[in-house]
C-alpha cells in the first residue's frame, strides 16, 4: 500500500498478529520460568543420582534416591514460587489498594499527577491533560496502575499457577538424568548420563541466554561447567562415601 507521494503508508492500529507487549513479556517470564526450573531439575538430580553411583551400582537404590530427589526438589521448586509469588502479588495489592483509595479521596489531585506523569513520558501539557482525563473516564485505576506502578490491575500473577509450572518443568528436567543413569547398562551409566546432561545443560543455557537476549556462547559453557562441577562433585563424594561404608 503507498501513497499519492510514493511512501508506504502504515496501517493504523495494531497489526494482528502482533500480541500486547504485555502478554508478550508475560509470556517471556513464563517461558524463562520454565527453562530455569527444567535447568534445575537437570542438574540436581544428575548431580544426585551421579552422587549414588558413585557409591553403589546397585539399580534399587539408584531409582529409590533419584525419585526422592525428584520429588522433593519438584515440591520445594513449586513451594518457593507459590511464597515468592504470593508475596509479590500481596504487594502490588496492596499498591492497587492505595491507588483505588486515593482516586476516592482526591480525583483531582490524582488527574494533575497522571498528566504530570505523561509530560515526563514527552507528551505536552495540553495533550497530557486531555489523555489522562480520557483514561481517567475510561478506567482511572488501570491507567494509575499502569503509569505509576508498572502493573496490570488484570493480569497479576497467580501464586498457584507459578507454583504449578516450576513443578511442572523441574520434574521433567529431572527426569531425563533419572531415566538415563537407570536405563542404560552400568558399564556406560556414568557416561551417557554425563553426555545427555551436557546436551540437555547446552539446550537450557542457550533458550535461556536467547530469552533475555544475551549472548549464548558464553551462557551455553557456562550452564555446561555448572553442570560438570555438580556431577563430578557429587560422584567423588559419593565414591569416597561408597568406600567408607
Ligand atoms: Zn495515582
Sequence with gaps: MTTESGAVAL??????????????????????????????????????????????????TILVAGVAGLAAGALSMGAGEYVSVSTQSDSERALLDKERRELLDDPEQELAELAALYVKKGLSPGLAREVAHEL???????????????????????????????????????????????????????????????????????????LGFGPTGRAVIRNVAGGLVAMGVTYAIGSLVGTWV
Design 11 to 60: 496501517p493504523v492500529g495494531p497489526h494482528e498478529h502482533e500480541p500486547h507487549a504485555n502478554g508478550i513479556n508475560n509470556r517471556l517470564n513464563w517461558l524463562r520460568a520454565a527453562v530455569l526450573g527444567a535447568n534445575d531439575g537437570v542438574v540436581s538430580t544428575a548431580g544426585l543420582v551421579m552422587g549414588v553411583a558413585g557409591a553403589t551400582d546397585n539399580r534399587t
Design 136 to 210: 481517567t473516564e475510561y478506567d482511572a485505576l488501570g491507567a494509575h496502575a499502569e503509569a505509576e506502578l508498572g502493573i496490570d490491575p488484570d493480569d497479576l500473577t497467580n501464586p498457584w499457577h507459578a507454583a504449578g509450572a516450576s513443578m511442572v518443568s523441574f520434574f521433567v528436567g529431572a527426569l531425563l538424568p533419572l531415566l538415563t543413569i537407570l536405563l542404560v547398562p552400568p558399564d556406560l551409566r556414568i557416561a551417557v548420563t554425563v553426555v545427555a546432561v551436557v546436551a540437555a545443560l547446552a539446550a537450557t543455557g542457550w533458550a535461556s541466554a536467547r
